[in-house]
């Protein structure tokens, strides 16, 4: 990653930048969202994706401390995906999140809200990191 | 601009209009059809490749005022 970010740098004009957004790799939450606020469900494993967002924080450090980037901003964002019904949600993941691992509790959890409060939205809640960068 | 790892373009078209020149990378051969077959009109200075950083490295020649890397790092 340290080297995508120094060839990054030969691409840049000095004083231009990078945005790098990324899942900052805590666990994503699935939730249900109800009238008195959001039901947890229970949080969607991942094989090894995390660690890689935790070497990707690590990699645009390096770049700081090296001096190839200044930090001019950061920050976190909350990234919500919505889907009609945990199946929908369970059939997006599949296609598109290959890594993604739902355990037994978690659709059990999501069958048993779904038989208590009938079928509806459910959301995947990722907290993501978003940093602007600036190429010295 | 530079995009790396634009994926099917679903970002990509979220602020295209706002910069002057868009190159988006993508080494995903199904992806990178994808965007193209979604390009609207009036995008046509997005230019989609189907190419990895490493490989646009060695071909490319000029410089960027940004770039993003969404999801890609």
Redesign the interface.
């Known amino acids: 990653m340290v080297h995508a970010l120094e060839q990054i740098h030969t691409l840049l004009n000095p004083g231009s930048y990078l945005i790098d957004i990324h899942p900052n790799g805590e666990l994503v939450e699935f939730l249900y969202p109800l009238d008195e606020g959001k039901q947890f469900i229970g949080y969607m494993q991942e094989t090894d994706d995390y660690i890689e967002y935790y070497q990707a924080n690590d990699a645009l450090e390096a770049t700081v401390v090296t001096g190839l980037f200044e930090v001019v901003k950061s920050g976190e964002f909350e990234f919500l995906t919505h889907a009609d019904s945990f199946d929908e949600l369970k059939t997006f993941l599949k296609e598109n999140w290959s890594d993604s691992i739902i355990t037994e509790d978690v659709i059990a959890n999501a069958r048993r809200l779904e038989e208590e409060h009938g079928k509806r939205k459910v959301l995947l809640h990722e907290q993501v990191r978003i940093g602007l960068l600036k190429a010295v | 601009m530079?995009e790396?790892g634009s994926g099917d373009g679903r970002l990509t078209w979220r602020y295209a209009d706002k910069v002057s020149r868009v190159s988006a990378l993508e080494p995903d051969a199904e992806k990178h059809k994808t965007a193209l077959a979604e390009r609207l009109r009036g995008f046509e200075h997005v230019e989609f490749l189907n190419l990895g950083?490493?490989e646009f490295?060695k071909r490319?020649k000029e410089?960027?005022?940004?770039?993003?890397?969404?999801?890609?790092?």
């Open positions: 530079l790396i950083l490493g490295v490319n410089k960027f005022d940004l770039v993003l890397l969404s999801w890609s790092l």
